[in-house]
């Protein structure tokens, strides 16, 4: 029998988990939770993996506020080399891990830098809403070169988070996984790009990288869509008493809880959106759960799974 292909989407937890500075030990050893779990999925499905960045952005943009004398680069290659980054962190602790169980010859693994098209009249980018990197005051921010706003923890830079409209690599990602190599991909939702006639040209935006992935999804063919986070799953009345985790969802049910705005914009609105926009469109499988239960989930149907 053919085997189904499993896309999991990794959040920011899998590297940096609440409360931790983020040093690359802390990453690796964060890492090593979803890692075990996709090294033994991966005997059974073909596997892509996305995941997030925001934290290694933010990081990048800071490091360049620090250094006044090298030339400051745009996001979109900030959002290249947090691929690089995060990929061979990812593929380096997965590879190591199927070597563990004796399956790295079947396994190819493979990074790969991914664009992802968006429209250059997305409403988004007249109303920059994304915020990202460090944190500012009223002063310092009203001296920047680029707009900011006013968030809980201090000023930060917004930018545009349009809408994704297509993976540029998705037919050699496709390839990939038919001749049997893992994908680690459209990490950060990948680097945003307008269409100039026949090339492409990078923007200052980010791409939500749910969106992203279940547009990934979608366009490969992919069986079954996870999103792997810090919580079990989605929930209504959150962080109230009355909080209630969802455990499976119809279309239907899945819009009346975003029309009724149990879901967050920038965290859990996404997922729900995502998760919703590919069982929508494919009539397949998507979940939300935690990232210590991504094995447990794909087998059991737990966390919050969405049904065509
Ligand atoms: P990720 O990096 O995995 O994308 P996010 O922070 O974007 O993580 O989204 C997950 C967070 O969403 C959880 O940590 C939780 O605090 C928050 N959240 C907000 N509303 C809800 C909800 N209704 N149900 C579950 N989690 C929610
Ligand atoms: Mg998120």
Redesign the pocket.
């Known amino acids: 029998m053919k085997k189904q292909t499993l896309l999991v989407a990794l ?3 899998a590297l940096i988990r609440k409360g931790q500075v983020g040093t690359v030990e802390e990453q690796f050893e964060n890492l090593m939770v979803p890692v075990r779990q996709l090294a033994r999925l991966s005997r059974d499905y073909n596997m892509i993996i996305t995941h ?1 960045n ?1 934290p290694q952005v933010g990081n990048l943009l800071l490091q360049q506020e620090l250094s006044r004398d090298i030339p400051k680069l745009p996001l979109e290659i900030l959002v290249a080399q947090t691929q690089g980054q995060v990929g061979y962190m990812i593929e380096s602790s997965l590879d190591s891990e199927l070597m563990a169980l004796g399956i790295i010859h079947q396994k190819p693994i493979v990074s790969l830098i991914t664009y992802v098209v968006v429209n250059p009249d997305d409403p988004a980018f007249l109303n920059p809403s994304k915020p990202i990197g460090p944190i500012y005051s009223k002063e310092e921010a009203a001296l920047l070169p680029f707009p900011t706003r006013e968030t809980k923890k201090g000023y930060r830079r917004v930018v545009a988070s349009p809408k994704p409209l297509t993976i540029i690599e998705k037919r050699e990602i496709s390839k990939l996984i038919h001749m049997g190599f893992i994908v680690i991909c459209c990490g950060g939702g990948g680097i945003p790009v307008i269409r100039e006639g026949r090339s492409f040209c990078g923007v200052d935006a980010v791409i939500d ?2 969106l992203a992935s279940a547009l990934l999804a979608e366009e490969v063919g992919v069986d079954l869509f996870v ?5 079990e ?4 009345h ?2 109230t008493p009355r909080q209630e985790l969802l455990h499976r969802l119809t279309p239907a049910e899945a819009e009346q809880y975003l029309n009724e705005g ?3 914009p ?3 609105q ?2 729900v959106e995502a998760a919703l926009q590919f069982v929508r469109k494919t009539s397949k499988r998507a979940f939300i759960t935690s990232t210590s239960s991504i094995e447990v989930s794909v087998k059991e149907n737990t966390g919050t799974l969405f049904v065509p």
């Open positions: 959040g920011g937890n997030g925001g990288k749910d999103m792997a986070t810090d919580v799953g989605a929930m209504i959150f962080g149990h879901f967050p920038g965290s859990m996404p997922k």
